[in-house]
């Protein structure tokens, strides 16, 4: 259940290929979160919200269009796979809504896959946390993958900590004496 921040300068593209790019992004994302596309529930969850901004470079206005996408995913949605996909994706789909060259677009596109921490979505005047979410989409099943991704998630970051401390020098007189 993507929400996107879309920035897209006025007349950038034509309202066809707008479109077009807009149910692509979606498709895109909702795949990338490990949905089915088609599921009529993560579609209707997946929104695009559209900006028009007045892009400068260098201080001067802009002399070909500038893109920016903000997907943001709740927790333990994007690993670095996928959000690597997601720029990469994002940035193929607007060089075929421009109809030009992927080498020529992509230096022009900006794409900033971001997740949530657990429990900072809210909805319905409710937070939800991704357990919830998946369930709600994709059914009980869904519920036990996204709490087993949250709980890989949460594993792997103890044990970068751990390694960290581990890893740090340590000097009992001097931590003894800047103990209070």
Not at 57 to 62: N, R
Request: proline residues 8%.
């Amino acid at each position: 259940m993507p929400m996107i921040d879309a920035c897209i300068p006025e007349g950038a593209l034509t309202p066809e290929a707008e479109a077009k790019l807009f149910e692509e992004l979606t498709n895109i994302l909702i795949r990338l979160e490990g949905l089915d596309p088609a599921n009529e529930r993560a579609r209707a969850a997946s929104w695009i919200f559209v900006h028009r901004p007045r892009v400068y470079v260098a201080g001067a206005a802009a002399a070909t269009p500038r893109y920016r996408f903000i997907p943001v995913v709740p927790e333990g949605q994007y690993d670095d796979a996928r959000r690597a996909a997601v720029v990469r994706e994002v940035t193929e789909a607007v060089s075929r809504a421009e109809g030009r060259p992927l080498d020529e677009v992509g230096t022009r596109v900006w794409v900033f896959p971001t997740e949530l921490p657990d429990g900072h979505w809210g909805s319905r005047g409710q937070l939800w946390r991704l357990p919830d979410i998946a369930a709600r989409l994709a059914g009980e099943d869904g519920r036990r993958a996204a709490q087993d991704r949250l709980s890989e998630r949460r594993r792997q970051a103890a044990v970068a900590l751990l390694g960290a401390v581990s890893a740090a020098p340590f000097d009992s007189a001097a931590d003894a004496a800047d103990a209070p």
